[in-house]
């Protein structure tokens, strides 16, 4: 018995679409996809992200991530850098392999776990000092753990002035990975602090100082 195909008269049997069609089909998905940009991919609601993001992390709000991040790859510092080394090598060496090690480790993996984790664009550019991805960002990086790490060196050595005297050779609070990660944190985010207060009253003032759109229906 032959088969039937499909036409007019019988509409129930559908027509096995060709090689040539199927490789016209593949070609137009993989089209769409590499010309897909923000003015033509469709909007997704909260409630379909939520399907496909890990529910216990999403009740987490951002900054108490941010912050857990940042203190504990901080303190994880102290401990393979200046516990691990700190019998080989001492004094102002340590302390430049500690914060040359901080900077590099901030900029190539700590921001990048920011920018992996985010929901929204540029969501956890506040909590970096420089959230460009940029090859001067590992050198501004590198700098700028050398002065946390000098503070935080200070600032240990004021604490063990302060309860044994300026004469005393006894260390009274010794570094460990808890309190250096402590101190790490507050002084980077003082320097954040400042640094998106900065932000806000320059486009404040540049808002400020844009000229008002004319209101063209009042005149008619």
């Given at each position: 018995m032959a088969k039937k195909k499909f036409d007019n008269k019988n509409p129930q049997y559908t027509r096995t679409p060709t090689t040539a069609e199927r490789s016209d089909l593949k070609t137009d998905v993989v089209e769409k996809?590499?010309?897909a940009d923000e003015s033509n991919v469709p909007e997704v609601g909260a409630e379909e992200v939520k399907k496909y993001t890990s529910k216990g992390l999403d009740k987490i709000p951002s900054w108490i991530k941010a912050l857990f991040l940042k203190f504990w790859f901080n303190g994880a510092m102290c401990f393979f850098f200046l516990w691990g080394l700190g019998n080989v090598i001492g004094g102002w060496d340590i302390i430049l392999v500690l914060?040359?090690?901080?900077?590099?480790v901030t900029d190539l993996l700590l921001n990048n776990i920011f920018r992996f984790i985010e929901k929204s664009?540029?969501?956890?550019n506040k909590w970096m000092m420089?959230?460009?991805k940029k090859l001067w960002t590992l050198f501004a990086n590198l700098g700028y753990a050398i002065v946390l790490v000098l503070l935080?060196?200070?600032t240990y050595n004021g604490i063990n002035i302060a309860i044994n005297g300026p004469d005393s050779d006894k260390v009274a609070v010794a570094v460990e990975p808890f309190l250096y990660g402590l101190l790490y944190l507050v002084y980077d985010l003082i320097f954040i602090g400042?640094?998106?207060l900065m932000g806000k009253i320059i486009r404040d003032a540049k808002a400020k100082n844009?000229?008002?759109?004319t209101d063209t229906t009042s005149e008619q």
């Open positions: 996809l590499v010309t914060a040359l090690a901080s900077g590099a664009p540029k969501e956890y420089f959230p460009q935080v060196a200070y400042c640094r998106n844009q000229p008002k759109p």
